[in-house]
């Protein structure tokens, strides 16, 4: 099981290059992909669902190339989009089946395969009640839902919780890590505490451009001893942010805790452990000015 | 900012909005096509026998009628979405977080309609100079009497149009696809209503002006005086004809409209009246509040079941350990085979899913008026009804991807363009087989074999129609207006060659119709093809 993103490259009309030379190899695991909006992440998602065409480059899978044989992956793809509609009259079963129906399979094998999926994403209660008078977090749990209908081998999920609350977004990271066995997931967010919990890789991307792909562990290392937590009066936030690069601020009772990103602390911070989001920020920062930082990832 | 500032900014964007699609562009060029056909004889305004010399007077008076004719009928389907992309787009809910008011709101998205309307109007007046320049028995130009009936009918029945399209919008029964078959038969009506007198002694009572909106009724009948007073055995006779069947073989001097006090308020009126139903529509604008909508679902959700609020348990621990415990079965490699009849009965499922009761029961009641009538009569009097009655069934094939956003969640399973697209067909064939399927078993019955081709051919050929409307159009409105004149002047009428149900002996081509369906599919589907970036 492979899937080989190989130069990828994706223009929309007026010159806008949403994806550019993108290439990556995946096997069996969750892949996190992270990017602030707009960095690409939907368009390569879209591709990958084969929903998109890509401009230039091939996406392979299992050595077929899916622009010359999209059903290759369709059997086997589960799609998650970042935005999707339900039929509003229809009620959770009756969505389930039409689309086990659309992705091929048989009444009893749907019927048995929605109830599994209902009681997983806590629907059951709510599975004869008309999608129409769904919440946006009971829609997206639908959606999460239909993604695994046919036990996909390549789960697509696009933004996948945002509209859920805590305690579903944590049971949905959950849930992805219990999938990942056996099957290539690909989590595209932006948000790092979801790749944090769950991915077994992480791509970077910014401005449609690859910009690290390594192991939680290995882009974590990639900023160790270049973080600094300093205590800063509120006055002064706003120009330690014009001098250093930050990745996070907690506002607490002596001023505020800031975590910076340097090869230098500032004076008077003292060094703190590296997580995700401070590799997430400098690997960044870097693509941005790769001159104003040492080291790469 | 000053209210006319707002105003102006909000027909402005919607303006911009609407001419950057290419939905604006394929307007204009209805426009210029009407045009066209008025330049080939297969539009034609005639008297009996007559039509006008090609002058000035005769050329701005025809395109004048084609504008308020034509143009109010297409023109509300074209404009009939101002409010409804503010709602799709969330637009609408930003809108209505500011301190506009509901009635400046729907007078700026009727006024917006205007617009748009306006420059279908303007590309025919500019069409009109140019057939009148270089047409090949034209007269010499005279500007404003080509130009002042055009602009003056035209402008005058596309703003009622535009004001209609907004209250339809905004009254919750009108809002889909009832509404759009019911404006057809309001703009019939109202059409009718400015009718002159047959004859050209007749007086039109002092308010026909007011209540002519389309202005047919005002020109026809200056018309039909001045030819009586050149041709006494005149007989009266009018129409705004489509085809071409019977060109007119005499000509006579037009020498343009007497444009009296009456004449002009007659123009006026339905500028006010627009401006009226405008404000009017304000009474029933729910302001994008979705409360509205969730109301009436909350009612129905109440009915059938009472349900935990929000699917979640009180308790998120316990939550975290059903997570936890939730088990899915391995799928077998072999699943997922093209199971193309369980695709079928999901189609149909969703196309009759959300009928209340009171719509079967009349498709019954009509189905059996198809069985127990007299054939002729089952087939000429009660079949149009029967299949007039799925009309909304049908209309929302092929459309439904795009209305409700799920063409991701169903085009990324395999081989789904081509098996969804016939189960699609398939599922609106079912139906037209069944609700008219009371007078095939007529025909079987009296073994009228030919009768039974013809009704075949239809059902074929409707749901054909439908799906390649609404896979090239991605909405319902145009099967729904297309299908609603057809169904009109065709069936209804038993015109022979355009009643595809083949409501008489004789009445239909069953072969070209079922040809023709096979046709529409596969552009249907070049239609899907040509919608997805990948298939």
């Not at chain 1, 595209?188 to 192991?215: F, M, P, R, W, Y």
């Not at chain 1, 590296?274 to 040492?294: G, I, K, N, T, V």
């Not at chain 2, 149900?501 to 096979?518: D, E, I, K, Q, V």
Request: proline residues 4%; contains cysteine.
């Amino acid at each position: 099981m492979q899937l080989s993103i190989r130069d990828v490259t994706k223009k929309y009309g007026r010159g806008v290059v949403a994806l550019r030379n993108f290439s990556l190899e995946l096997k069996p695991g969750v892949l996190g992909l992270l990017g602030h909006n707009g960095a690409g992440k939907t368009t390569l998602m879209s591709i990958l669902a084969t929903i998109t065409r890509p401009s230039g480059g091939a996406v392979v899978w299992n050595g077929v190339d899916i622009a010359c044989d999209p059903d290759a992956l369709r059997r086997v793809l589960g799609y998650l989009p970042q935005d999707f509609g339900v039929y509003p009259n229809l009620n959770a079963v009756e969505f389930l089946e039409y689309l086990a129906a659309v992705k091929g399979l048989d009444g009893a094998t749907a019927r048995r395969r929605i109830e599994e999926l209902l009681e997983l994403v806590n629907l059951t209660d709510a599975r004869k009640r008309p999608l129409g008078g769904f919440s946006g977090g009971m829609r997206q749990r639908i959606g999460i839902a239909q993604a695994l209908l046919n036990d996909p081998e390549l789960l697509i999920v696009d933004e996948p919780t945002a509209g859920l609350d805590p305690e579903e977004r944590v049971r949905f990271r959950n849930l992805l890590s219990d999938l990942s066995g056996e099957r290539i997931v690909i989590l595209s967010t932006h948000i790092v505490s979801d790749v944090e919990a769950t991915a077994t890789d992480i791509a970077l991307i910014a401005k449609g451009e690859l910009v690290a792909h390594a192991s939680p562990e290995e882009l974590v290392a990639q900023v160790e001893g270049r973080v600094w937590e300093w205590v800063v009066p509120s006055a002064e936030l706003n120009a330690a942010r014009e001098r250093y690069l930050i990745s996070s601020t907690t506002r607490r009772s002596d001023g505020v805790h800031v975590r910076v990103l340097g090869e230098e602390p500032p004076r008077g911070a003292i060094k703190a452990l590296a997580a995700l989001e401070d590799a997430y920020f400098y690997c960044l920062r870097q693509q941005r000015q790769p001159l104003a930082m040492e080291a790469g990832v | 900012m000053t209210h006319a500032r707002v105003l102006y900014q909000m027909v402005r964007a919607d303006f911009l909005e609407r001419v950057r699609r290419t939905s604006f562009l394929l307007a204009l060029g209805f426009s210029l096509f009407l045009a066209y056909a008025v330049y080939t004889g297969e539009v034609a305004l005639q008297l009996d026998d007559y039509r006008g010399v090609a002058n000035s007077a005769w050329l701005g008076s025809v395109i004048g009628l084609v504008a308020s004719v034509w143009v109010s009928l297409i023109g509300f389907y074209i404009v009939k979405n101002a409010v409804e992309r503010d709602r799709q787009t969330r637009v609408g809910q930003i809108l209505a977080s500011t301190p506009l008011s509901k009635a400046f709101y729907t007078l700026g998205k009727a006024l917006s309609n205007f617009v748009v309307l306006g420059a279908m109007v303007l590309v025919l007046a500019l069409a009109a100079v140019v057939i009148q320049l270089f047409g090949r028995d034209s007269r010499g130009m005279d500007l404003l009497t080509l130009l002042t009936p055009i602009l003056l009918f035209g402008m005058s029945a596309v703003a009622l149009s535009a004001a209609l399209a907004v209250l339809f919008e905004t009254v919750p029964g009108l809002r889909g696809g009832v509404g759009n078959v019911v404006y057809f038969f309001v703009w019939m009506a109202l059409i009718l209503l400015g009718v002159p007198p047959a004859l050209p002694k007749a007086q039109s009572p002092y308010w026909a002006p007011i209540v002519d909106y389309t202005g047919i009724g005002t020109l026809m009948g200056q018309m039909q005086r001045q030819l009586h007073a050149i041709d006494p055995l005149y007989k009266g006779g009018s129409s705004l004809s489509v085809g071409g069947l019977n060109p007119p073989t005499k000509t006579f001097l037009w020498n343009g409209l007497d444009w009296n006090a009456a004449t002009l308020l007659g123009r006026v009126a339905p500028v006010v009246a627009a401006l009226l139903l405008a404000l009017l529509a304000a009474l029933f604008f729910d302001r994008f509040d979705p409360a509205r909508g969730k109301l009436r679902g909350a009612k129905k959700a109440a009915k059938s079941k009472s349900v935990v609020a929000d699917g979640l348990p009180l308790n998120g621990a316990a939550q975290l350990a059903i997570a936890s415990a939730a088990h899915l079965t391995p799928l077998a490699k072999s699943e997922g085979r093209n199971r193309l009849p369980a695709l079928i009965a999901a189609e149909v499922r969703l196309m009759l899913k959300g009928k209340r009761m009171w719509w079967y029961v009349i498709a019954a009641g009509l189905w059996v008026g198809c069985a127990a009538s007299p054939l002729e009569v089952a087939r000429a009097g009660v079949l149009p009804f029967a299949w007039i009655w799925p009309l909304l069934l049908w209309s929302a094939m092929g459309t439904r991807e795009n209305q409700f956003t799920t063409g991701a969640l169903v085009f990324s399973a395999p081989n789904a363009v081509p098996r969804q697209l016939i189960a699609s067909y398939a599922a609106g064939v079912i139906v037209a087989a069944a609700t008219g399927g009371g007078v095939a078993i007529r025909m079987l019955v009296a073994a009228d074999l030919a009768g039974l081709g013809a009704w075949a051919a239809a059902v074929l050929f409707i749901p054909a129609l439908a799906l390649v409307l609404g896979a090239w159009s991605g909405g319902g409105k145009a099967f729904e207006a297309l299908y609603t004149a057809w169904w009109y002047v065709g069936p209804l009428h038993h015109i022979r060659g355009v009643d595809f149900m083949g409501t008489t002996a004789g009445s239909s081509t069953a072969a070209g119709y079922a040809a023709a369906a096979l046709l529409l599919v596969c552009v249907a589907y070049a239609g899907r093809k040509h919608k997805l970036a990948l298939a």
